[in-house]
């Protein structure tokens, strides 16, 4: 049986190899639908216009750069970006049913995209700095990406702060509906040590205030962290 180490980009892109074929279903099934509504709050933030140039980094089976790609149409374009082969494949069918929509796809890492400096009016990352080998690397490659005042939201779940009594409540909480909720779900579909992986890559994961130093360090003039689902997730708000 394969061992998903947190920080280890090898082993973290074959898990998302092998869970893309039930990657949204399970997230629509394990959220209640509500990912969808914590996606439209980083949209929120960002505030797509027609014509800009949108990064979606970790972008998955692409159901976030396809919303992107709704608002900046027709000039504008999103271009997706993600590590591992299978999300993609999956992304660019889906893409190819609203074949109208301004979408590109590149297989790369994060932390390296290749891309040119200061070319995006944009981006989001939802459920990807957690997975990145660094994530102030993560963070600065972010900043480099983004033209000055171009905004930035990246969502994941939310590491509570162990020193405080409250943080630590839902942490045990987090920790309780990872254990008996989210594995149990997800082994029905076979992916039970997949998804046991959340909470290992949690423990290494930087708290909401961690973020926002780690995001200032890295060049962005705003960096707030705004807890979500009762501090469950949390969504780190950027300006470059």
């Known amino acids: 049986m394969a061992t998903f180490r947190p920080g280890d980009p090898a082993a973290v892109t074959d898990l998302f190899e092998q869970i ?13 639908g509500l990912h969808r509504l914590w996606k439209r709050q980083a949209l929120h933030w960002i505030a797509p216009r027609p014509g800009q ?14 919303v992107l790609a709704a608002k900046v149409r027709p000039e504008g374009s999103v271009l997706g970006v993600d590590a591992a082969a299978a999300p993609l494949r999956l992304a660019r069918q889906r893409a190819a049913d ?47 990406l983004l033209r000055p005042g ?8 939310n590491r509570p702060d162990p020193a405080s009594a409250a943080g630590r409540r839902r942490a045990a909480l987090q920790r309780l509906l990872l254990r008996r909720v989210v ?28 973020q926002e130093a780690l995001a200032r360090g890295a060049g962005f003039s705003h960096a707030r962290h705004r807890p979500l689902a009762g501090g469950l997730m949390g969504l780190l708000e950027l300006a470059a």
């Open 53 to 66: 140039q949108l990064l979606d980094l970790c972008c998955g089976t692409g159901d976030l750069a396809l």
């Open 98 to 144: 609203q074949s109208w929509l301004p979408l590109r796809w590149l297989q790369a890492d994060a932390l390296a995209t290749g891309l040119p400096a200061a070319s995006a009016d944009g981006a989001a990352m939802a459920y990807g700095l957690r997975n990145l080998a660094d994530p102030a690397a993560g963070l600065a490659e972010l900043r480099r």
């Open 20 to 32: 893309a074929p039930r990657y949204d279903q399970l997230n629509d099934l394990l959220s209640l």
């Open 150 to 157: 171009a905004r930035a939201a990246v969502l994941d779940f």
């Open 183 to 210: 594995v149990p779900v997800a082994s029905r579909a076979g992916l039970g040590e997949h998804y046991a992986y959340l909470e290992q890559s949690l423990e290494r994961f930087p708290t909401g205030s961690e």
